[in-house]
């Protein structure tokens, strides 16, 4: 009995177990025959790529010394990303939604929206619009944008808001008038303003393309909103916002901007999809306010340069210099952008992101500048024009009180190399964006480089260039002796006087030497009528004015005074009276500070002219320098020893004993120089020029400076002396 039941249970668990089987193996059948179709049928998951700029970092500039001035600042911008970004209305909304209670979380403001078509304001009944006319000026692409829009969701003119008994969720205020005064604007505005439906409609239907409204049945003409009436504005205005903005794969649409890290990981650890971290590197300025005309600006590819960046690899949105260093060393100072490819799947889940260019970071650059110069150079221009101005004398009109402006530099004398650019007023870079306006509409043109793109006549400091010409012409030797008589009466129709018979004063029997230190008129008016303007213009040439000084920035070259100049300006007919005012730095004559800077290196060089250049080497990233500036001689015009003793013993005589006396005599350090008043206008004070070297015995420095309306070229000596304390250590 007991072996019956145990074969009994035996073959029932036999059986059960043979069901079991039968059972896997009949599933297994139809899922690889009968189920066959069904996943011939299904969508298979494919996977999509697509390539995302890596922003390359931009290189920094240094000054000589490596004191950092241009560096990078990093700031996060919180962008919507149109290939992840949800597909439906009601996810749209739902994540601007969240992302925008997220900045109120994290004390973020978003973007404010560019030009809107539209004034919207919630009510407790709904929502009051009207159509703003200032939108329409111009016709700009938004406003293309606008009307594309409108025609495209076929925005009804008709009645059926009207018709409807309940008062409607949307009403219109009508038109915004365009501010302004112009009739002819005005008009376009209106013309404009009569091809775009009534607001309240437009309005109507951008509720209805974003899911901001429903309605219970088809006779419901109101409506109501999906959210508050202001959670409503805010969405309207936004997504409206970023369809005039043309959101796209090609252009993201920023909605905050210098986001800190706390919004950064909110945003990135409850969004997924649909928005992206943009990394912005902004420059940084070390010596705010300071050495701005040099640096220059950055700023985006403007649609005039577009085909010029795009042919040499850059992003359309890409970042590049537009003035001073940023822009003359673009080519080193730029990076190379990087590939991050994010591979996505047929949901757009992000598979993964693969890193597949590294981008390059741009080079370092350095420049010749010394910071702690340029500082005091600016300074010290400031104050002596402030000083020019406190020492005009209140009883004598046009000594000095209108003095504004003017500019300084400094020059390696051996090698070209420029130490320092002012240019004065001067304005900050660091606040350039919103000081812009102020400084477009002030009178004084603060944006403007005096130093390189200004042009002034050299007056007396011209003299030097001339007596060395007549010199080596053998016009005149160190002995000649030229009668001064105060009024030049060579010629009957025109007989200038020197300067000094204003003060009932005649230089007498005067040589070279002394006469560069009393800078007589009367001398340098004979001695270029001897010489002729065509042997002056070429001497002058010569030492490089009128001519390009090489520096990398922007530059006036200047004019040279002589008959070629007029003729090919159709301008008056040269004279001979023409030739003694330009013998004295008059007449056509004009030439940048920078210039005649570089003349003067010229000179104390012998004649020999180097290229004047800012950029001192570039570095890698790393540190390691891939170029060094040469120092490059432009042009050798030999001048002998015998006159070059000449020329310098004028012009230490000048800072020792002559004009400039009053503020070098006793100075520590030789110097040799010369000055020079320039008249403009005769409702204006006279310009101060004045042009110096040191030490005397080796000149080591060159310096020139410019005051506009400074009245007396010796009251330009003061800025001069400052930067000499400086370089020489003599500041205590």
């Known amino acids: 009995m007991k072996k019956r039941e145990n074969l009994v249970r035996f073959m029932a668990v036999g059986v059960f177990f043979c069901a079991v089987c039968l059972l896997f193996v009949g599933r297994l059948i139809y899922l690889q025959v009968a189920g066959q179709d069904y996943y011939t049928m299904s969508q298979p998951k494919t996977y999509v790529t697509r390539r995302v700029p890596i922003q390359a970092v931009r290189g920094e500039i240094y000054d000589c010394y490596g004191k950092p001035l241009v560096t990078n600042s990093y700031t996060y911008d919180l962008q919507l990303d149109y290939a992840s970004f949800p597909k439906t209305e009601a996810e749209k909304n739902a994540m601007l939604t969240g992302l925008l209670a997220a900045g109120v979380r994290h004390g973020e403001e ?15 009944e709904g929502l009051f619009v009207s159509l703003y006319g200032d939108f329409f000026i111009g016709g700009g692409a938004r406003y293309r944008r606008f ?16 018709a409807d008994p309940t008062s409607p969720l949307v009403v219109g205020g009508g038109i915004l008038p365009y501010s302004g005064t112009d009739r002819d604007t005005a008009d376009a505005v209106e013309s404009r303003i009569r091809d775009i439906p009534p607001a309240e409609r437009c309005v109507q239907a951008l509720l209805e393309r974003y899911g901001l409204i429903t309605y219970t049945d088809r006779n419901d003409y109101r409506g109501q909103f999906t959210y508050s009436p202001e959670e409503t504005v805010t969405l309207l205005l936004r ?20 986001i800190s890290m706390a919004m950064v990981s909110h945003a990135e650890e409850a969004w997924h999809r649909g928005l992206r971290i943009h990394i912005n590197a902004s420059r940084q300025y070390e010596y705010p306010g300071y050495a701005s005309h040099i640096l220059g600006t950055v700023g985006k590819i403007d649609r005039d340069e577009l085909q010029y960046y795009t042919e040499r690899g850059y992003a359309m949105d890409a970042v590049v210099g537009k003035s001073g260093v940023e822009a003359a060393f673009e080519s080193y100072l730029r990076g190379v952008d990087g590939v991050l490819t994010i591979t996505e799947d047929t949901y757009g889940n992000i598979v993964s992101t693969e890193v597949t260019t590294e981008p390059v970071a741009g080079h370092n650059v350095y420049l010749t500048i010394d910071i702690g110069l340029q500082m005091a150079a600016e300074i010290a221009l400031a104050e002596n ?4 101005r406190d020492e005009a004398d209140p009883e004598k009109p046009l000594s000095g009180e209108d003095a504004s402006a003017g500019a300084l530099v400094a020059v390696k004398v051996e090698t070209g190399a420029v130490l320092a650019i002012a240019s004065y007023p001067t304005y900050n870079l660091a606040t350039l964006g919103q000081d812009i306006g102020i400084l477009i509409n002030d009178e004084t043109s603060p944006m403007l480089n005096r130093a390189l793109q200004s042009a002034y006549a050299p007056g007396s400091t011209y003299k030097v260039g001339v007596a060395v010409a007549a010199l080596e012409e053998e016009v005149i030797d160190e002995d000649t002796i030229i009668d001064a008589q105060g009024t030049y009466t060579v010629y009957e129709d025109y007989q200038p006087s020197c300067w000094v018979v204003a003060h009932n004063g005649v230089h007498g029997k005067i040589k070279v030497v002394e006469a560069i230190q009393e800078s007589c008129n009367y001398f340098f008016f004979e001695v270029g009528r001897l010489l002729g303007i065509d042997k002056i213009g070429e001497h002058m040439q010569q030492f490089g004015l009128g001519m390009p000084t090489g520096i990398e920035l922007g530059e006036k070259t200047g004019i040279i005074a002589g008959p070629a100049y007029r003729d090919e300006n159709g301008l008056d007919k040269w004279s001979p009276g023409d030739t003694l005012q330009a013998a004295i730095g008059q007449s056509d004559n004009l030439f940048t500070p920078l210039q005649i800077c570089m003349y003067t290196s010229a000179l104390v060089n012998q004649g020999t002219r180097y290229s004047a250049h800012l950029l001192d080497r570039v570095s890698e990233y790393d540190g390691k320098v891939i170029h060094r500036t040469a120092s490059t001689v432009l042009s050798e015009t030999p001048i002998s020893d015998e006159i070059y003793e000449i020329i310098r013993e004028g012009m230490k005589n000048v800072m020792d004993n002559g004009s400039a006396a009053r503020i070098f005599a006793g100075y520590p350090i030789t110097v040799g120089g010369k000055t020079g008043t320039a008249q403009v206008y005769s409702t204006k004070s006279d310009n101060a020029i004045m042009t110096a070297f040191a030490p005397w015995e080796n000149p080591d420095i060159a310096v020139t400076c410019v005051i506009e309306q400074g009245y007396s070229g010796t009251k330009a000596g003061y800025s001069i002396k400052d930067v000499f304390d400086y370089y020489f250590g003599l500041k205590k």
Do not use: N
């Open 110 to 124: 978003p973007v404010a929206e560019g030009a809107l078509p539209l004034t919207v304001e919630a009510t407790s």
């Open 385 to 388: 024009v402030q000083q020019i």
């Open 147 to 162: 009307a594309a829009l409108v025609e495209g969701m076929h925005v009804d003119w008709g009645t059926e808001i009207d």
């Open 239 to 258: 997504r409206l916002d970023m369809e005039l903005a043309d959101f796209s794969t090609a252009a993201p649409y920023t909605l905050f901007s210098d």
